[in-house]
């Protein structure tokens, strides 16, 4: 089992940053592909970034890339989303996932097996 909490959501204007972070517990979290998702009132989950277990292939959903960094530490066991020059189409609750299988670094949702409760983050214009 692994559980994971996220926190570093609040309010901010836009064109300003944010910090996300993701503390994963469990003895094999540090072995699994993380990712962020984002979901908007009446809107579906939506992928945002992904890092290997290594650390050493990141992804982004197209809408964030070059505003938005993902990164890991496995010897804290956590994640962590940097985000600058946000928008207010940024603006959802934002979770942390774990996937357990071995391989390619996936962007669908149902492909992860984990979730954390979620954190608010809210861009105001």
């Known amino acids: 089992q692994v559980q994971l909490v996220e926190s570093g959501g609040g309010l901010v204007q836009a064109g300003g940053s944010l910090r996300l972070s993701c503390a994963a517990s469990g003895r094999t979290a540090s072995s699994y592909a993380m990712g962020w998702f984002r979901q908007a009132p009446g809107k579906e989950r939506e992928f945002v970034a992904a890092?290997?277990?290594?650390?050493?292939?990141?992804h982004y959903a197209d809408s964030v890339k070059g505003r938005f960094t993902i990164s890991r530490d496995n010897a804290k066991n956590t994640v962590t989303l940097q985000m600058n020059s946000l928008k207010p189409e940024d603006t959802a609750v934002y979770y942390c996932?774990?996937?357990?299988?071995?391989?390619?670094?996936?962007?669908?949702?149902?492909?992860?097996?984990?979730w954390g409760q979620g954190t608010q983050v809210t861009v105001s214009s």
């Open positions: 996932a774990a996937d357990s299988s071995v391989g390619l670094v996936h962007t669908r949702w149902y492909q992860y097996d984990y």
């Open positions: 890092i290997s277990w290594s650390g050493g292939s990141a």
